[in-house]
């Protein structure tokens, strides 16, 4: 099976819920997704992540170890969390992404890891 990266995004101007009863729901149903991928089997690791003003971009790529409080992409969409899942092709990684977009009530990338 190939593994992929299901990526939450959000629009980090925004709240991305509306209130706390909202987000109360999309954890609930977060939680009630993550049981039943991790009961298929088809769970490999996922977290949600802290605001893009808590990342830190270290750039050694030039021997000059540059570090700089701040995420590396200067974007209003930054990703918010993620799953890495493992799905037979890309049709069930996509359908696996439908039911984690309606759960986390936000838009989800799909991305294969690359093949070694």
């Known amino acids: 099976m190939t593994q ?3 990526s939450v995004w959000h629009d980090y101007d925004q709240p991305p819920y509306s209130d ?3 987000m109360q729901q999309a954890f609930a149903q977060v939680d009630a997704f993550n049981k039943r991928i991790t009961e298929a089997g ?3 690791f996922g977290g949600g992540l802290e605001a893009p ?3 830190t971009t270290v750039d050694n790529s030039t021997g000059q170890g540059l570090v700089t409080d701040a995420p590396l992409a ?7 969390g993620f799953w890495v899942v493992e799905a037979p092709d890309l049709d069930a990684a996509l359908a696996l992404a439908q039911d984690a977009s309606a759960a986390c009530m936000g838009p989800v990338e799909v991305r294969p890891f690359q093949s070694e």
Do not use: F, H, N, P
Not at 74 to 80: S, Y
């Open 53 to 55: 003003s808590t990342a």
């Open 4 to 6: 992929y990266l299901l």
């Open 20 to 22: 706390d009863a909202t």
């Open 42 to 44: 088809q769970w490999v």
């Open 74 to 80: 200067e974007t209003r969409e930054q990703i918010g």
